[in-house]
């Protein structure tokens, strides 16, 4: 069973920067494209970035140029880089499986999740 241990998260003010970290357990890390998802409150779960085995990236309208996605093999381990942040980037960040599909972002997640990390960005 695959487990999804998410941290990082925390209250920043607008502009500020958090750097998300998701251990992952249970399954071949490096074979899996990986994707950092997030939830907002009333809003339905989506994907922002995602990472291939090989380090291609691709990234949601919303945080390109802000956001970078990382990966460290060695340690199972995911890493989201949120620079220049705005209010709208409030949500639950999750980490999990997902696709990159002729440069475009596509969910593909595993059976389960994590517990997910608060982010809150203040104005």
């Known amino acids: 069973q695959v487990q999804l241990v998410e941290s990082g998260g925390g209250l920043v003010q607008a502009g500020g920067s958090l750097r998300l970290s998701c251990a992952a357990s249970g399954t071949i890390f490096s074979i899996n494209t990986m994707g950092w998802y997030r939830q907002a409150p009333g809003k339905q779960r989506e994907l922002v970035a995602a990472i291939t085995s090989s380090g291609s990236t691709n990234y949601r309208d919303s945080v390109k140029g802000r956001f970078t996605i990382s990966r460290d093999n060695a340690k199972n381990t995911v890493y989201l880089q949120m620079n220049s942040m705005k209010p709208e980037d409030t949500a639950v960040y999750y980490c999990?499986?997902?696709?990159?599909?002729?440069?475009?972002?596509?969910?593909?997640?595993?059976?389960?999740w994590g517990q997910g990390t608060q982010v809150t960005v203040s104005s």
């Open positions: 999990n499986r997902a696709l990159i599909v002729s440069n475009s972002l596509r969910a593909a997640t595993f059976g389960s």
